[in-house]
């Protein structure tokens, strides 16, 4: 188990129990530091990140199957990116879920509380990189491949989040803990087609910087050309000061051009 997974356990394990022996089944560590959706948009932004780490005092499943989920997917992770990568991973998704559930819900007085988002988060982010890895679901116990493992919770969470059903759970948070994830996991490629697509711009820019100078400077030398054939053929004497000045300021431009290249 990495350092960060085994920190984090003993983080949320740590405040589970000081509800415990303090708040005494009173909610008010809850409305305090659980993240209020009304609260939460009045400047209380500290909420985003506190609720993570509280747990519902009346249900110690909430708590343990957190906990199992971050151990379990979460040492191959931390493992995998190492624990900077992992803990920054952890805390987008965390924050993520919060504010999407506050996004949905912005006059809400009820907190919401647990890792569940940033576990959310966890679960996609194993899927991506081990797809094809099997694990068992425990209820019922069922093998199955990673990526299959993903879409499903993922398609439960969406139905139960649109159905309105089991009010008692932030489904929002948990697919925002997704969603911000994936947004995590894909910037660099994002970030790089965007770039790829600046640098085309940046060159469209300069051939038609390139194309236009090339016509503009067949017009010139057409112009110089002309000019010449005229004083071929009935001599310098006879332009007017308007053309020789014409001329000279063509010739003058084709060459700075010319020495440019």
Known sequence: MGTVVRNLIIANVAVFLTQMLLERGTGSWALTFGLVPALFWKGWIFQAVTYMFLHSQSNFFHLFFNMFALWMFGRTLEAYWGSRKFLTYYFVCGIGAGFTNALVTPFSPIPI?????????????????????????LFPPIPMKAKYF??????????????GSNRGV????????????????????????????????????????????????????????????????????KLS????????????????????Q
């Not at 509380?113 to 679901?137: K, R």
């Not at 000045?245 to 010739?251: D, F, H, M, N, V």
């Open 241 to 260: 000061s308007e053309e020789i000045k014409r001329l000279k300021q063509a010739s003058a431009k084709l060459k700075e051009w010319e020495n440019m």
């Open 170 to 237: 932030a489904h929002f948070a948990h697919l925002g803990g997704m969603l911000f994830g994936f947004l995590y996991l894909k910037k660099d490629l994002w970030w790089y087609k965007f770039r790829r697509w600046n640098d085309m711009q940046k060159t469209k820019k300069k051939m038609k910087v390139v194309w236009d100078r090339d016509k503009e400077k067949e017009k010139l030398q057409k112009e110089i050309d002309d000019l010449l054939d005229k004083i071929n053929r009935i001599g310098i004497d």
């Open 113 to 137: 509380v647990g890792a569940s988002g940033a576990i959310f988060g966890l679960l996609l982010a194993f899927g991506m990189s081990f797809p094809n890895q099997m694990i068992m679901l």
């Open 150 to 163: 993903v879409i499903i919770f993922g398609a439960i969470e969406l139905f139960m989040a649109m159905s």
